[in-house]
């Protein structure tokens, strides 16, 4: 079991900059595919980065490459998401999760079997 907690949401206007922090529980955080993934209302939940479990291999949706970044510290069980130059269309509840069956880079929810309980980022025009 993995709990996950995410911080680091707000308001920002566009062309402003978040970090979002993932904090996990447990001591077989590098064993896990890691995900960040956004709802906006009325949207499917969409995944925004993957990493997997070292970080050599990332994945990002084609509206934020060039813009964010996710990275991974395994001795602070911790994921990232850099997010630059933010535009209005990134507004969302962003969702970390984590991924028992890591062996290739998942890019699907379901795939993921724990949730955070999510942050809003809200981008103002």
């Known amino acids: 079991q993995v709990q996950l907690v995410e911080s680091g949401g707000g308001l920002v206007q566009a062309g402003g900059s978040l970090r979002l922090s993932c904090a996990a529980s447990?001591?077989?955080?590098?064993?896990?595919?890691m995900g960040w993934f956004r709802q906006a209302p009325g949207k499917e939940r969409e995944a925004v980065a993957c990493i997997s479990q070292h970080g050599g291999s990332t994945y990002y949706t084609d509206s934020v490459k060039g813009r964010f970044t996710i990275s991974r510290d395994n001795a602070k069980n911790t994921v990232y998401l850099q997010m630059n130059s933010l535009k209005p269309e990134d507004t969302a509840v962003y969702y970390c999760?984590?991924?028992?069956?890591?062996?290739?880079?998942?890019?699907?929810?379901?795939?993921?079997?724990?949730w955070g309980q999510g942050t809003q980022v809200t981008v103002s025009s």
């Open positions: 999760a984590a991924d028992k069956a890591a062996f290739v880079l998942h890019t699907t929810t379901t795939w993921y079997d724990y």
């Open positions: 447990g001591r077989t955080f590098s064993s896990y595919g």
